[in-house]
């Protein structure tokens, strides 16, 4: 029987029941996790839940248009109606629509693989990418989510977060060790968000996909609250740490454009919104 083969950033963590609704979100996430249309016979093998209430959801979601029924194949894929709701969040919650022209601008300067990230949750989620000018194969696409603490944008956006939020994402982390470079315990991910929070910025030292090196700092308010995180991303065949070190400058100005267009438009500060109501 065929597995999904996601990239499982983060630990199955007990969380406060949902209700039917939760349920039924967590049958759509077990659908996604596949990548590729599946049976029900596959989903029952990674289900939390008996075959009648499997069943039955899949049923509602299918009705509901989340879900999509291929009965020539019986099989389940996600449905159209999660396109438009995909959409409208990508307009409405995404900094992909503000930042485009900017990873547009700097890819064209740099020749390298950019990417933009946002924090779903305690994982990373791809929100947009360019390739370079000589494309390299790589987990990342738009989308796609990935692990936190062994990522370059997942350890930039982490290490500038509150310890109240912190410390509940870092023990959602697998740990899992993908390459020698990975970091494989809690402790040692503190000890590099340190290094990370002193000189400003995060590598990616091979620590999630062999040969693939990067650099990236995080996208942040004038207060400093995170909104995301911009990489420049290559392999340690074209070129070397130091090499991308030397694009800090540039994604620096590209990262704060970015951020204060996001803040003046969509993301406001709570506080600067409180002003803004009392003037």
Request: hydrophobic residues 40%; aromatic residues 6%; contains cysteine.
């Amino acid at each position: 029987m065929a597995e999904p083969t996601p990239d499982r950033a983060a630990k199955a963590v007990e969380k406060p029941a949902d209700g039917t609704v939760g349920k039924a979100l967590g049958v759509l996430d077990e659908v996604a996790r596949f990548g590729r249309p599946v049976r029900f016979g596959e989903l029952l093998d990674q289900s939390p839940h008996p075959k009648a209430t499997l069943y039955r959801f899949l049923q509602t979601l299918t009705n509901q248009g989340m879900l999509a029924y291929d009965a020539e194949r019986q099989t389940y894929a996600l449905g159209i109606r999660l396109v438009r709701l995909a959409h409208a969040a990508w307009q409405t919650s995404s900094l992909a629509p503000i930042a485009r022209p900017h990873i547009d601008g700097l890819s064209a300067v740099l020749g390298e693989t950019v990417h933009l990230a946002q924090l779903d949750n305690a994982q990373v989620l791809y929100v947009d990418k360019r390739n370079a000018r000589e494309p390299l194969p790589m987990y990342s696409q738009a989308g796609k989510v990935g692990p936190a603490y062994c990522t370059g944008v997942g350890k930039a956006m982490i290490a500038f977060l509150p310890e109240e939020e912190l410390g509940p994402i870092l023990a959602q982390q697998s740990y899992h060790r993908f390459t020698d470079g990975t970091l494989t315990s809690e402790a040692a991910l503190r000890t590099e968000l340190a290094r990370i929070r002193s000189r400003g910025y995060a590598f990616d030292r091979e620590e999630h996909e062999p040969g693939i090196i990067c650099v990236a700092l995080p996208i942040r308010t004038r207060s400093g609250r995170v909104l995301g995180a911009l990489s420049v991303t290559s392999s340690t065949e074209r070129t070397s740490l130091d090499a991308l070190e030397a694009h800090v400058g540039v994604m620096t100005e590209t990262a704060n454009a970015i951020a204060e267009e996001a803040q003046s438009w969509r993301f406001p500060d709570a506080t600067e919104t409180r002003k803004m109501g009392r003037g």
